[in-house]
T-cell receptor, first 113, second 114 residues
Framework: GENVEQHPSTLSVQEGDSAVIKCTYS??????FPWYKQELGKGPQLIID?????GEKKDQRIAVTLNKTAKHFSLHITETQPEDSAVYFC????????????FGAGTQVVVTP | EAQVTQNPRYLITVTGKKLTVTCSQN?????MSWYRQDPGLGLRQIYY???????DKGDVPEGYKVSRKEKRNFPLILESPSPNQTSLYFC?????????????FGPGTRLTVL
């Protein structure tokens, strides 16, 4: 089955700098890649997703890139702010937003003022 | 207000005592799912449902049951809980939108099995 690896497990950045989280997946049939943000004591929140028919997607300060050949995708956060501090999870699915979702282990992002 | 609700939020029980965690969404979403979250392991999918009367196993279905008799509800049943099912559980619902899929997670249920 699908295996998703996520790096790094922790990431500390200065406010205003960029943060990058990388995930690799094993199943070449995976075609949907969402990213979630989980704040302390809350459930995960979908922040951005990408399907395999595009290579990049942006939404304000966040962007996701996908390299299907290398089977990896990344989350980029620019101009980080303290409210970006959270745990971020990547995930992959072979059924284009439906069905089984395989999650990475998560990245704890800490933005220091 | 669009939301996913779970009950109870906290539960301490003993091994073997059947329990049900309820999940309800008011957004008319077709897709619902259950996850468990454990330190260092991230989120693991237990079961999911793509519509009424349609359920499928996720990655860790052993020891759990679900049902989807109506669109809004997706209860998680532990027939005979064991200590290794101590975890934080999340229910979620999803519908495909324009540029983004709308996905909502419930607030979580922290279960302790003694």
């Amino acid at each position: 089955g699908e295996n998703v690896e996520q790096h790094p497990s922790t990431l500390s950045v200065q406010e205003g700098d960029s943060a990058v989280i990388k995930c690799t997946y094993s199943d070449s049939a995976s075609n949907y890649f969402p990213w979630y943000k989980q704040e302390l004591g809350k459930g995960p929140q979908l922040i951005i997703d990408i399907r395999s028919n595009v290579g990049e997607k942006k939404d304000q300060r966040i962007a996701v890139t996908l390299n299907k050949t290398a089977k990896h995708f990344s989350l980029h956060i620019t101009e980080t702010q303290p409210e970006d501090s959270a745990v971020y999870f990547c995930a992959a699915s072979t059924t284009d937003s439906w069905g089984k979702l395989q999650f990475g282990a998560g990245t704890q992002v800490v933005v220091t003022p | 207000e669009a939301q996913v609700t779970q009950n109870p939020r906290y539960l301490i029980t003993v091994t073997g005592k059947k329990l049900t965690v309820t999940c309800s969404q008011n957004m008319n979403h077709e897709y619902m799912s259950w996850y468990r979250q454990d330190p260092g392991l991230g989120l693991r999918q237990i079961y999911y449902s793509m519509n009424v009367e349609v359920t499928d196993k996720g990655d860790v279905p052993e020891g759990y049951k679900v049902s989807r008799k109506e669109k809004r509800n997706f209860p998680l049943i532990l027939e005979s809980p064991s200590p290794n099912q101590t975890s934080l559980y999340f229910c979620a619902s999803l519908v495909r939108g324009g540029s983004y899929n709308e996905q909502f997670f419930g607030p979580g249920t922290r279960l302790t099995v003694l």
